[in-house]
């Protein structure tokens, strides 16, 4: 020992560096004998904890409302596998320790879950309460329709109170899809259609394929409905204009078929399937009307001796052809007497027969019934233009301007109107407008040329008169019109043709036979003139305005 000392002690240059390096070694060895055992301890407790964690996350995988415990049991047991000794076995375990916190806690939120539960069942029971009562008001309010002893008023009543019990059941549950379900029909009965169409689309995604089918039963019909007010059309059309609103009919009529082939084979509640009956019926009908009449009038017959379904009498008036039979609609308001769309149709038939007070009448009985009925509404806004109600018309049209902007018909009906009421720079405006939108529209050109004649620019009116024949050749109106203006530019010889045009188109019209005969005057040619004014009284009606004064003047002709 002592000769190694001195050796040392000879050598202590390389000796103290060496005794140092290894000094630091066995301190370096120690400690990272240290660090592992901590480290593995701690991965063995975390790895505890992980197997833990799993047990209890299978303890509560099967209950709901806590489905991202199964998600995480999957990342507990990845964080098992890992190696103590692997980069990412502190971040695997972390992982782990951090879920099984909020799985330990999840053992206390599984007493609110049940709690939470029991409330949803709760207000599911407390809606399904409120859609029974809601239901049977609805059942109330339908059967008002079918009778005529009962106000109006409490049909309106009973559709507004069902609209409070849905509200107070979406309240309470707020994506139960029956309750869209229900609120949709209502809406859609009340010819709220786009706020109907939002309900029954929530409905169908809420319920899904198999109940939501009678949510898609009644989108059938609420499309259904919209191609029929797409249908009548109290203006003059050219063939493309004609074309174009068929099309648009045709659109809407192919989502109901859409629709009723989704929900063949719906549940049979809430009459259901007598419902989708009636619907295939009239869709099948006007689909093949057309091409296949007497099929389609075969159909509709059935339905209605077969299952007295009112709605085909109504279809019946609309595939009997040109000459529609308004027997039809007596039939169909006959069963259901407050029948909104047969009422429609005769305020619409009132109003091609020029008689405008029968035809505002009609059209108030279905505003009782239909106040949203925007179709309804142009239609009485233009018969009381028709009587001399120019500012009640205004008014009405104005407000079936914000709900239907993008419909010329509105701006040809304020443009008679602003006419009426000698206000020619708004009326211009207006049905410039039309033309700008809807270059060829033949009732635009007939009112622009109205226009223009009675301010006085009269090749400006021939100008359109004559445009307005050319898209529309079978119009009588467009004949009169221009001939008129004809004989105030002296051009009676094209006054006597236009005006012969027009009554080869509309025989039964008097007026026309007047006005010719006006003509015939002026160029001498009594007895033709005579001719016209017995025709004018022949075809004329028992209360014709005009009879005893042509009568008179007939009488001067035989004492000449």
């Given at each position: 020992m002592g000769r190694l000392l001195r050796k040392a002690s000879k050598h202590r240059r390389f000796v103290i560096p060496l005794a140092a390096a290894l000094g630091v070694s066995v301190l370096v060895s120690g400690w990272a004998a240290f660090d592992a055992f901590t480290r593995r301890g701690e991965v063995d407790r975390l790895l505890a904890s992980a197997h833990e964690a799993e047990s209890l996350a299978a303890s509560l995988a099967g209950e709901s409302g806590i489905p991202a415990w199964e998600r995480a049991r999957d990342a507990y047991r990845s964080a098992r596998?890992?190696?103590?000794?692997?980069?990412?076995?502190?971040?695997?375990?972390?992982?782990?320790?951090?879920?099984?916190?909020?799985?330990?806690?999840?053992?206390?939120?599984?007493?609110?879950?049940?709690?939470?539960?029991?409330?949803?069942?709760?207000?599911?029971?407390?809606?399904?309460q409120i859609l029974v009562r809601a239901e049977g008001v609805w059942r109330e309010a339908r059967a008002i329709l079918y009778r005529t002893d009962i106000p109006i008023?409490?049909?309106?009543?009973?559709?507004?109170?069902?609209?409070?019990?849905?509200?107070?059941?979406?309240?309470?549950?707020?994506d139960y899809g029956w309750i869209f379900e229900s609120r949709g029909r209502v809406r859609t009965q009340a010819c709220d259609y786009a706020a109907a169409e939002f309900d029954l689309i929530r409905a169908t995604q809420l319920l899904g394929p198999e109940l939501g089918k009678p949510a898609r039963l009644s989108l059938a019909r609420l499309y259904f409905d919209q191609s029929c007010l797409e249908g009548p059309n109290f203006f003059e059309e050219s063939r493309d204009e004609a074309a174009r609103r068929a099309a648009v009919q045709a659109q809407w009529r192919d989502k109901a078929i859409e629709e009723l082939r989704a929900c063949s084979g719906a549940p049979g509640w809430r009459g259901t399937l007598e419902e989708q009956a009636s619907l295939?019926?009239?869709?099948?009908?006007?689909?093949?009307?057309?091409?296949?009449?007497?099929?389609a009038l075969e159909i509709l017959t059935e339905g209605l001796k077969g299952h007295g379904d009112e709605d085909c009498a109504w279809a019946l008036y609309h595939c009997s052809g040109d000459a529609r039979d308004p027997s039809w609609l007596e039939e169909a308001l006959k069963i259901r007497p407050r029948h909104a769309l047969a009422l429609l149709d005769r305020a619409h038939a009132h109003a091609r027969e020029t008689n405008p007070r029968d035809a505002l009448r009609e059209a108030d009985s279905v505003l009782a019934i239909q106040e949203n009925l925007w179709y309804a509404r142009a239609l009485r806004a233009l018969m009381r233009s028709e009587v001399g109600m120019q500012e009640e018309a205004l008014q009405e049209i104005e407000s079936i301007l914000v709900q239907k902007p993008e419909w010329p018909g509105a701006l040809l009906i304020r443009s008679i109107v602003q006419h009426r009421r000698k206000n020619t720079a708004a009326a211009l405006k207006d049905v410039n407008e039309v033309l700008v939108r809807h270059p060829g529209s033949a009732m635009g050109h007939q009112m622009r040329g109205m226009i223009r004649a009675k301010s006085g620019d009269l090749q400006?009116?021939?100008?359109?008169?004559?445009?307005?024949?050319r898209l529309k050749p079978d119009s009588s109106r467009n004949y009169s019109n221009r001939g008129a203006t004809r004989a105030r530019?002296?051009?009676?010889?094209?006054?006597?043709?236009?005006?012969?045009?027009?009554?080869?188109?509309?025989?039964?019209?008097?007026?026309?036979?007047?006005?010719?005969?006006?003509?015939?005057?002026?160029?001498?040619?009594?007895?033709?003139?005579?001719?016209?004014?017995?025709?004018?009284?022949?075809?004329?009606?028992?209360?014709?305005?005009?009879?005893?004064?042509?009568?008179?003047?007939?009488?001067g002709f035989k004492l000449k």
């Open positions: 596998t890992l190696d103590e000794e692997s980069p990412d076995a502190c971040e695997g375990v972390q992982r782990t320790e951090s879920a099984l916190t909020r799985l330990v806690s999840a053992r206390e939120d599984r007493a609110l879950l049940t709690s939470a539960a029991k409330m949803k069942a709760e207000a599911e029971r407390a809606t399904e008023e409490r049909y309106h009543d009973k559709l507004r109170a069902c609209l409070v019990l849905y509200d107070e059941a979406l309240a309470k549950t707020p295939e019926r009239l869709t099948a009908a006007f689909s093949i009307c057309d091409r296949d009449r007497p099929r400006g009116a021939i100008t359109d008169f004559d445009e307005a024949i530019l002296g051009d009676v010889k094209g006054a006597l043709s236009d005006y012969g045009e027009s009554i080869a188109l509309n025989p039964q019209d008097p007026d026309l036979y007047v006005s010719r005969a006006g003509l015939r005057m002026s160029r001498a040619d009594f007895a033709g003139a005579a001719d016209d004014f017995r025709k004018a009284l022949e075809v004329a009606p028992p209360d014709w305005p005009r009879r005893a004064q042509i009568e008179k003047t007939l009488q």
